[in-house]
Structure formats: structure tokens, C-alpha cells
């Protein structure tokens, strides 16, 4: 088995450098346990990256990401560069990422875990046994659609974004939904809005088409709207949720708040299917910059140690070491230890920095 990996590592704005730099000492204590060695390339990226090179995303970040066998993403954005007006935003070099990398389908999962139960908005009986996965298709739909643009007429300002998917960028991401499916409980809910949307008409089609090669997948469709209610009624209810790249964002976000907190929850953007073994892939925990939370130790890394678990699993194809930083954050919260957006009373209290040395701990 392959003992060398490289990685890109894009720190970005925020608390994104102090995040990863926990995620690295964690994954370098897998390192040194199953013998792999992981050589970190540092780029710029975001807000940084504009204001070092006048650009989000340098050629150079391109290239080196491109070279690697996966890339590790902190956080991007912040006030600094929110000017509505501004030729280039920290998060284009996140939508030329996924562009310049192939990276179609992102997967966000949401566990609410045992001992995070009481730490949510929800009654625990709304969130006990939530386990699910939401797929969102990231290369198409209204955030590349062309036209894309704003004008002036006669009659004031004008704007036109466009929503628009082929049958091909719809059956690949269905396959990565389903193919996920049938290796968990094998329920897929497909997630449209077909009643109003031709796009979403030809999403249905090609799901009810792509249906009977899994016919040990159970598929539902699902209105986006219905979906967002389901999410908050009954979310033990989802498995596997698939669906387009607006409707997407939507609802990650939403699924977010049933563990309690976006510093609890990973993610993977991959550039390929599932059954062909390691994938191409960007990890990112789903939490923004948050620089009003920059510097002082109290962003929770946990997102982006287990979106290090993620890489381990989907892109270098190291299971066991995926599943011993998952104990190792599951047995950390057992003992009682929080950060600042996950403590209750009777928990202790403990820093980003404390955080990842307790996970590190534990590998």
C-alpha cells in the first residue's frame, strides 16, 4: 500500500489557519501510527490570496492543488472583501476550484451524536438517530449558468442569473447519490422542484430512469420546500438527500443546525464516483471564516479534523485511519470536553488548540 501522499493545503481567512493547523497535527499523529508520511504544499486562497496576489485563486494554487492527491480547505471570505461592488470576492476562488477541479458533488453528513443531543435548538426527540448525507450537485445550475449578469434600462436595473442543468450533469450526480445509498441503510431521497422547474423536470426523469439499475435503493422525490419542512419535523426519517446546487446550499446549511453546531460538520467535494475506489476531492469543514472569532482559541476544529477523515477515506482510500480520527473525536466528547459552541454545564471547557491536542491524544 502507497505510505506517501501529498496534500494542498489552503489555510484561507478567519479561524480557517487555526482550524487546520489542528486538522495537520491530528492527521500527522495518523502518520506516524500506520506509517504514512504527508508532505503539506501550502497555498494561498480567498480573501488572503487577494490581497497578496489580486486574485482568489493564483494560478499557482491551481496548479499545485492539481498536483496533489487531495486538498484540504480552511475557511474564505469576510467583511474585509464583502463590497458588493468588488471585481473578484473571496468565494470565486472557491467556485474556480471546483470549476478548474472537476469537483461535482459535495457531501455534507449530519450525525447528531449521543452526547450532543442536549446542545441543539431541537427537543431530543426531534434529533435523536439523525444520520444522514446530503449530496448537492456543485458544477451547474444557477451558479453557472450563463446569461449571468446586471443592467441598466429605462425603467431601472435589471438582473438574470439562469438555471440550467444537462442530462449528463444530472445522472452522475444521481449515481454518486444512489451508489451512497447502497452502502448505508439504501434509501435515496431525490430533491427537485419539479411542480414549477423544467430543470427539475428532467431531474425527475432521469432519476425515475436511473432507478432500476438499484433496485435495492428505495428512491423518493421530494419538493425542496417539503424537504426543508421534513429536515426540521422528522430528519431521522433521511438517509440519503440529492439534489442541485442551489437547492443544496439551502438545505446543507439548514441540516447544519441539527447537530448543534457548523463547527461539528465535515465535508468532501469529489471529482468522481464512489465505486471506483479513491476519488479526487476538496475537504472543508461547512462553518465560514468567522473572524470576529479569529485569533483568540475558540474556533472548533472538529469539522476540519474529521474533513480530514473524510480525505483519508474517499480520496487516499485509508479506512482504518479514517475511522480512528472518528473514534478519537467521539471519545474526546465523551470525556466531556467542548468548545466554546458545544459546552453545556458540567462539560469542560477546552480551546481550539486543547482540542485538537485531545484528539491528536487519542489516535
Request: glycine share 10%; proline share 5%; with cysteine.
Amino acid at each position: 500500500m502507497r505510505m506517501n501522499y501529498n496534500i494542498a493545503v489552503l489555510s484561507g481567512d478567519g479561524i480557517g489557519p487555526e482550524v487546520m493547523t489542528e486538522a495537520i497535527k491530528v492527521l500527522d499523529k495518523v502518520g506516524q501510527k500506520f506509517g504514512h508520511q504527508f508532505a503539506w504544499h501550502y497555498r494561498d486562497m480567498g480573501g488572503i490570496a487577494i490581497d497578496r496576489h489580486g486574485t482568489p485563486l493564483p494560478n499557482d494554487t491551481l496548479k499545485t492543488c492539481k498536483k496533489s492527491d487531495a486538498v484540504l480547505l480552511g475557511a474564505v471570505g469576510g467583511p474585509k472583501w464583502d463590497d458588493p461592488k468588488a471585481k473578484t470576492r473571496p468565494e470565486d476562488g472557491l467556485l474556480g476550484l471546483r470549476k478548474g477541479l472537476g469537483l461535482f458533488a459535495n457531501l455534507r453528513p449530519v450525525k447528531v451524536l449521543p452526547m450532543l443531543v442536549d446542545s441543539t435548538n431541537f427537543k431530543p426527540g426531534i434529533v435523536t438517530g439523525v444520520d444522514l448525507v446530503v449530496v448537492r450537485e456543485l458544477t451547474g445550475g444557477l451558479y453557472f449558468g450563463k446569461p449571468k449578469r446586471q443592467w441598466r434600462t429605462t425603467r431601472g436595473r435589471r438582473a438574470v442569473d439562469t438555471l440550467a442543468y444537462s442530462e449528463q450533469e444530472i445522472e452522475r450526480i444521481l449515481q454518486v447519490g444512489f451508489e451512497l445509498a447502497r452502502s448505508r441503510r439504501k434509501k435515496l431521497t431525490s430533491v427537485d422542484k419539479a411542480n414549477v422547474l423544467e430543470s427539475s423536470r428532467l431531474w425527475r426523469q432521469v432519476a425515475i430512469e436511473m432507478a432500476p439499475r438499484y433496485p435495492d435503493v428505495e428512491l423518493e422525490h421530494m419538493l425542496v420546500d417539503s424537504c426543508a419542512m421534513r429536515l426540521i419535523q422528522r430528519p431521522a426519517d433521511l438517509d440519503v438527500v440529492v439534489t442541485e446546487n442551489t437547492f443544496g446550499d439551502i438545505l446543507t446549511d439548514e441540516a447544519s443546525m441539527l447537530a448543534g453546531s457548523m463547527g461539528m460538520l465535515p465535508s468532501a467535494s469529489l471529482s468522481g464516483g464512489l465505486s471506483s475506489g479513491a476519488s479526487f476531492g476538496l475537504y472543508e469543514p461547512i462553518h465560514g471564516s468567522a473572524p470576529r472569532r479569529a485569533g483568540q482559541n475558540l474556533a472548533n476544529p472538529i469539522a476540519t479534523i474529521l474533513s480530514g477523515a473524510m480525505m483519508l477515506r474517499y480520496s487516499l482510500g485509508l479506512e482504518a485511519e479514517a475511522r480512528a480520527v472518528e473514534k478519537a473525536v467521539l471519545g474526546v466528547l465523551e470525556a466531556g470536553h467542548r468548545t466554546y459552541d458545544i459546552v453545556e454545564p458540567g462539560k469542560t471547557s477546552v480551546g481550539t488548540r486543547e482540542m485538537g491536542d485531545l484528539v491528536a491524544g487519542r489516535i
